[in-house]
């Protein structure tokens, strides 16, 4: 058969069947126009009044921020409602005299009110945030003016207070809008706050919750005439940390003045009771408006506020590494606390010639004494007779050099150099002279507190060395548990406990015989540490003698609870400047026992 | 390409075009009026740019013969194809949608593109069969040759697009002469697959579905659109409003106003009376369309301007059944009406067809 021509009866049956199409075509218009009648002449007059009073807003019910609380329960922050000026831009038909208004009113520049709404569609519904923080002064001139503001609403929304501007800045770190580049990933809203730094950020998907919202009906003055619908926020879950508020507190007062960091550990557990950087920065500042030449202020600051000392700034560590001389000498046996020395004050070799700290020497040391006093020459010979292979096995055997894993971001590893091969020849690059500049821990050494905090730990517990921890757990807002983490071991140093027992007992002669940290004495308490000053890397002559100044030590000596590492930049010499600020500490937590002692004294 | 011969312009379907022209011309108009809330005189001006676009587009088609593109029809299908797939590879997300693919500062949406080629595709497939009506295995052949670009519309996901494509094949197997015991058994099928195919999806597919479908794409917003659009549409009353008095539409409380609910923007402004004269007109084209094919001799022409009807048809009709409230709401722009590129062009190369299709009509 030809398709190509249809015979007659066929095209008839083609006709009929397109015309059975355009029937149902034609039907479905005129069922539209009956829907259309229906809507505009019947429902008109109905539909009309509605389209009157239509206006509808969309309130966002900002989700509460978890709780951070220490390890009692006690809240290291809080929320407390604060006030925030939105802009809705799809209200504000004479957009630039409503700007103008409350440019005026409020003292803000027009720009920065003009840029924010640049962001946004301009029939956007959604409030859009222009200023936290407004004090109820500014509000009250907002709401007296509010029929010439339309579109300008004051919403209250839960804002993040703290004890004091800077309490634990650098644990809990800041919240603040998220920025341009962080909507990128497309995580947030514009206008979330989010965690930016330190446990705020590292936990900020258990912080935020879930916002909730509200779309309500308003009539022609902005009153809300109903509420069509509501979606209760979900509140962030509640952060149950390690850290003691108490000691976080004397730990920062006692730095205060001091740039550097102290790190207070349980060296039973690895729990990180206190950590402080100082200078702190001012974490509330973030939570309102920050402005712009606050931050390049608080950035570009040479004392680097923002950065956390305590885990992210790398020093030598001075004579605290003698601790790790001494461990490795003993443990391989090339050195005994039989052995002496008499020191000058100076040691020679190879036509150099090294000094001690103290001019014209200690006399006759052994090693424990040489600990006490922190001898440099005899730690010189030592250090010779250790080898530097052995000495750098021990320092990363006891974490130096290497990242903790502590919670928060931004971790420094440190260095501990890695010997060249020996063979096949004795290579240029490590000279005997870079031995004995390591045996006194200076030289090419880099560690961080937090990493001392965790050796001085092992030396106080016999060897343990933990992951330090800093949340205990995460508790949603139902009570359900979101995380929670135990003491994790990191790793073990491997010592006779002989030799364990020499550490612990040289370091408690250092605070308690007249040693170099004796600024660390306490009565009541046998506090154990070692002193270190560490030279500052600077080139210059204006810095020279301006020695960071470490204590690290751990107490009761004979039943160790905790440890306190103070570490004072350009501070000078650590028994001098960084044992007093241990000593602090020491005294608050310790507390009632030195109240006891002191009682006993008196009577 | 152009051996244009001068007696084609002898029978130029005038009214088709005039109703064409006029709906457009409205578009532009309707575009223009939103001016006053920011950005409407561009959206116009970028409108009426697209309008030209298109009616080049339009013209190229028009000077081709529709017989070589039905026997070009297997490239192009592999070129729709492509394309399609592309967008996953390509195609940039918007919306939780992956349906545009960017180049330079414009961007296209393959899947309008898709529904001409899916229309000039069933024709060559019929055709090519060379029996008075296709059999039960062919129209099972045809289903899969759509399926595969029929599932790749719905990945991306683009509902509406795939929406319109089901009435438009059937409409197609219907005008093939198709026995309706296939047609109602294919029905049945498919209909009882719908629910079965919300099973097969995936979670994060159930989600961008109904995000989808939800048109505000806001948790607040589900029945947002279907009341303000009501209010718009019936706050016009008889009359209009006009354009300046189209509060619901100026003050924006109509979302996605200039693109698929552009319809009521018209209607608030022009009221029943406009809304009436509107649908005059698409109704004028639809009847053209069908007056073409049913009046074409060769089957490749009239099956060809029957399914270009048919998408003009379906999508006008499911696009206002939408914004009126008669139907839910799946993302389709109104033919020739609503503000975009792709749409726009497509719909005008839909017109082309069907003017070519007429002039060659007698030859």
């Keep these: ?603 | 390409m152009l051996r244009f011969d001068r007696r084609l312009l002898q029978n130029v379907d005038w009214p088709l075009v005039a109703a064409a022209f006029f709906i457009v011309g409205l578009s532009v108009l309707s575009l223009w009026s939103l001016a006053p809330v920011r950005g409407g005189g561009a959206l116009a001006w970028r409108q009426l740019s697209w309008v030209g676009v298109g009616v080049v587009a339009l013209l190229v088609v028009v000077s081709v013969d529709y017989r070589n593109l039905v026997r070009a029809a297997p490239a192009l299908y592999a070129v729709g194809v492509a394309l399609l797939l592309t967008v996953f590879v390509l195609g940039r997300t918007v919306s939780g949608a992956r349906r545009w693919i960017h180049l330079g500062p414009f961007s296209f949406q393959p899947s309008e593109l898709f529904k001409l080629i899916f229309v000039l595709t069933l024709a060559w497939a019929i055709t090519s069969w060379r029996a008075p009506a296709p059999s039960r295995g062919a129209v099972l052949g045809m289903l899969a040759l759509m399926g595969v670009p029929f599932l790749l519309v719905v990945r991306q996901p683009d509902l509406g697009t795939a929406l319109v494509l089901v009435p438009v094949a059937a409409a197609i197997f219907v005008g093939a002469g198709v026995r309706m015991r296939v047609l109602g058994t294919l029905a049945l099928a498919g209909l009882s697959a719908l629910p079965l195919s919300w099973f097969v999806l995936k979670p994060y597919q159930r989600d961008r579905l109904l995000v989808y479908l939800d048109p505000f794409r806001d948790p607040l917003g589900t029945a947002y659109n279907v009341i303000q659009a009501k209010i718009a549409i019936g706050s016009g009353q008889l009359l209009g409003k006009g354009p300046s008095g189209a509060t619901q539409s100026r003050l924006a409380f109509l979302p996605e106003r200039h693109t698929d609910f552009i319809f009521a923007v018209f209607a608030e402004m022009w009221g029943f009376i406009g809304c009436l004269v509107l649908i005059v007109a698409y109704s004028l084209l639809v009847l053209r369309g069908f007056e073409i094919a049913a009046s074409t001799r060769d089957p490749r022409g009239r099956l060809l301007a029957l399914g270009v009807t048919a998408v003009f048809a379906a999508q006008t009709l499911i696009n206002l059944g939408m914004v009126t409230g008669l139907l839910p709401i799946v993302g389709i722009p109104l033919p020739l009406m609503s503000y975009g590129g792709s749409s726009m062009v497509v719909s005008l190369m839909g017109l082309g067809l069907l003017l070519s299709i007429r002039m060659r009509q007698f030859h």
């Excluded at chain 1, 001091?258 to 729990?271: I, K, T």
Aim: charged fraction near 25%; charge should be positive.
């Design chain 1, 1 to 603: 058969m030809d398709v190509m021509s249809p015979r007659p009866d066929r095209r008839d049956a083609w006709r009929r069947r397109v015309l059975a199409l355009t029937a149902v075509a034609m039907t479905g218009f005129v069922g539209l126009l009956g829907q259309l009648w229906y809507l505009q002449a019947l429902e008109g007059g109905r539909l009309q009044e509605m389209s009157e009073r239509n206006r509808i807003r969309v309130r966002p019910v900002a989700a509460p921020r978890g709780i951070l609380f220490d390890r009692s329960g006690l809240p290291l922050v809080d929320n407390r409602p604060a006030f925030t000026l939105s802009l809705i831009p799809r209200e504000m038909e004479d957009r630039d005299t409503v700007l103008a208004r409350v440019s005026v009113l409020l003292k803000i520049p027009l720009s920065e009110l003009q840029e924010a709404l640049e962001r946004v569609p301009p029939d956007s519904i959604r409030p859009q945030r222009v200023r936290r923080g407004l004090s109820l002064e500014e509000v009250t001139k907002l709401e007296e003016r509010k029929l010439e503001l339309p579109g300008v609403i004051v919403e209250v929304e839960p804002q993040r207070v703290y004890p004091t501007s800077t309490f634990a800045a650098h644990v809990l770190g800041y919240v603040r809008e998220v920025s341009d580049d962080q909507m990128k990933q497309g995580r947030y809203r514009r206008g979330d706050m989010i965690g930016q730094s330190g446990l705020e950020r590292v936990l900020d998907e258990y912080l935020r919750g879930r916002d909730g919202g509200e779309r309500i009906e308003v009539d022609a003055l902005g009153r809300p005439v109903q509420v069509m619908r509501r979606e209760e926020p979900n509140p962030g879950a509640q952060v149950i940390t390690t850290v003691d508020r108490r000691i976080q507190e004397v730990a920062e007062r006692a730095m205060a003045g001091h740039a550097g960091a102290v790190v207070v550990m349980d060296p039973r557990s690895g729990d990180v009771l206190a950590m402080t950087s100082s200078p702190a920065f001012p974490l509330d500042r973030f939570a309102g408006t920050l402005e712009r030449d606050e931050w390049l202020r608080l950035v570009r600051d040479p004392m680097t506020p923002l950065m956390n000392r305590a885990l992210q700034s790398q020093y030598a560590p001075g004579s605290i590494f003698k601790v790790v001389v001494a461990a490795a000498g003993l443990q391989d046996g090339s050195l005994t606390p039989m052995d002496r020395a008499y020191c000058n004050g100076q040691f020679h070799m190879g036509g150099w010639t090294f000094k001690d700290w103290k001019a014209g020497g200690h006399g006759h040391v052994d090693l424990r004494s040489a600990l006490v006093q922190s001898c440099n020459v005899f730690f010189y010979q030592a250090g010779l007779k250790v080898g530097p292979e052995a000495i750098l096995r021990y320092a990363r055997a006891f974490g130096l050099g290497a990242l903790t894993g502590a919670d928060l971001g931004g971790e420094r590893p440190g260095l501990i150099p890695v010997l060249p091969p020996a063979r096949p020849r004795p290579a240029r690059g490590w000279q005997a002279g870079d031995t004995v500049n390591i045996s006194i821990g200076q030289g090419r050494l880099l560690v961080t507190p937090l990493q001392v905090a965790r050796m001085m730990s092992a030396v106080a517990n016999g060897g343990v060395l933990w992951k330090p921890r800093l949340v205990q757990r995460v508790e949603r807002a139902d009570g359900s548990l979101a995380y929670s983490s135990s003491s994790k071991m990191a790793g073990q140093v491997d010592l006779s406990p002989a030799v364990w027992a020499f550490l612990r007992h040289a370091l408690t002669g250092v605070v308690n015989e007249g040693g170099t940290g004796a600024a660390a004495r306490i009565p009541g308490i046998l506090v154990a540490g070692k002193t270190g000053t560490a030279q500052s890397i600077a080139k210059s002559d204006a810095s020279k003698g301006q020695d960071h100044a470490w204590f690290a030590s751990f107490a009761p000596a004979d039943d160790p609870q905790v440890v306190v590492v103070v570490l004072v930049e350009r501070g000078g010499k650590g028994g001098q400047v960084a044992a007093p600020i241990a000593r602090q500490v020491y005294q608050a937590i310790f507390l009632e026992r030195v109240a006891m002692v002191v009682l006993d004294g008196d009577s």
